[in-house]
């Protein structure tokens, strides 16, 4: 049961006019029962929320129902083997009777959980993922392990996990936990044999790589992610497939081949999607055109046109809805580095104050120490200025 008023669910139906008696008769339950959901005095059974994301469009978490979907996770562990080799029709989820749901629902109730969680992760939410992700991968092991109809579907949302994994470990710069868990993505994507989630897979280690200074080994993710795409006779998202082409523009331009850089840029433009909300990997990669822009400017840095760059950078502030405090974190320490390149003292100083705020509140220490690398290489030349040094208390945390 709720412990409190559900203010996010009531939210929801205000902002669309919505009557409850509207969408009690959407979902097939009485206003009572509705208006008991949104006092927070009732939970909905998992068919009934299922039926409530799909009218709303919008996620469990986003319905202001994160704790239930966990609570409902958690009671459903743990998963035996012989559990799941009930037939799939069994009313059966692990070792107790659930007749709410059959593993087919669960799943997908997981699925939306987990589209979720990445929304989650884009604005900074490592604590509540660190949280969420082991119950998520604990009760997906058995479904995930042993033959069955839904192995596949479930060894999709396991790759997602350890996808998430791996960046949440970059973010904290353990660049070998990161590559570990970036693996097992790759892995169990494999073993899904969803190979849009295996070249995700590959661009989440292509990152990981990229952090670390390996551009060799980058370049061999992106190769391999783009070889996967030619070999493939399913549709390719082209989210991934503009990504790749961005990705190996800036290792082209990180090896001072302007020319190739140019011709992966324009085939990146070319192939990204106009509206990427729509494609099929947004849910597990959140990446808008923004992603463009990142690489655009990067390929102008390597290539020593700053000027270019900031220009670049520049386009990020009228994308609408606004990227995502991550992705802004991003951007505001490129514009700071990207200044302090171009000889801008107080330009670089807002811009880095500006940035080491957004790492430290999206909980980043891999960018808060990319900043403070920065700060070092601002003070080797404005070191004199008082602007400059006062900017030492970022990082006495």
């Not at 799909?54 to 129902?65: A, D, R, V, Y």
């Not at 989440?204 to 200074?213: D, G, L, P, Q, V």
């Not at 030619?230 to 390719?236: C, D, H, K, L």
């Not at 990427?276 to 390929?299: I, K, M």
């Amino acid at each position: 049961m709720l412990k409190k008023q559900n203010n996010m669910l009531k939210a929801a139906r205000l902002k669309k006019s919505w009557t409850p008696e509207f969408v009690s008769g959407k979902v097939g339950v009485s206003r009572d029962t509705y208006i008991r959901w949104e006092a927070g005095s009732q939970a909905p059974r998992l068919s009934s929320l299922q039926a409530l994301c799909t009218i709303f469009e919008m996620s469990p978490i986003e319905l202001g129902f994160a704790d239930l979907l966990e609570e409902r996770m958690r009671s459903r562990l743990p998963l035996s083997k012989k559990s799941m080799l009930r037939p799939p029709q069994s009313k059966n989820i692990g070792d107790e009777e659930y007749p709410e749901a059959t593993l087919s629902e669960a799943l997908h109730m997981w699925s939306l959980g987990l589209s979720s969680c990445w929304q989650l992760y884009m604005v900074g939410g490592q604590h509540e993922l660190e949280r969420l992700l082991p119950t998520y991968l604990a009760q997906l092991t058995a479904p995930t392990l042993h033959p069955g109809p839904e192995q596949q579907s479930a060894a999709s949302l396991t790759a997602q996990i350890y996808g998430l994994m791996a960046l949440l470990e970059l973010q904290r710069g353990d660049f070998v936990s990161a590559q570990m868990n970036g693996t097992q993505a790759l892995v169990y994507s494999q073993l899904a044999k969803n190979w849009n989630l295996y070249i995700a897979s590959q661009l989440w280690m292509a990152s990981i790589f990229s952090r670390r200074k390996r551009i060799g080994a980058a370049l061999g993710a992106y190769n391999d992610a783009l070889k996967r795409i030619n070999i493939t006779n399913e549709v390719t998202s082209p989210l991934l497939h503009g990504w790749i082409f961005a990705g190996l523009a800036e290792i082209q331009a990180a090896m001072n081949h302007e020319q190739e850089a140019m011709q992966f840029l324009r085939l990146a433009m070319t192939i990204f999607p106009e509206h990427p909300q729509e494609d099929t990997a947004f849910s597990y990669t959140q990446c808008d055109r923004s992603l463009l822009y990142f690489y655009q400017g990067q390929v102008s840095l390597h290539l020593g046109k700053p000027r270019q760059a900031w220009e670049v950078f520049a386009q990020v502030d009228e994308i609408k809805p606004k990227p995502p405090e991550r992705t802004r974190a991003e951007f505001l320490k490129l514009k700071a580095y990207t200044s302090l390149v171009l000889g801008n003292m107080v330009q670089s100083c807002i811009y880095l104050e500006a940035a080491a705020h957004a790492a430290q509140s999206i909980n980043s220490d891999l960018i808060y120490t990319e900043i403070y690398t920065l700060y070092e290489h601002m003070l080797s030349i404005w070191g004199q200025e008082a602007r400059v040094r006062s900017l030492a208390h970022l990082f006495q945390r």
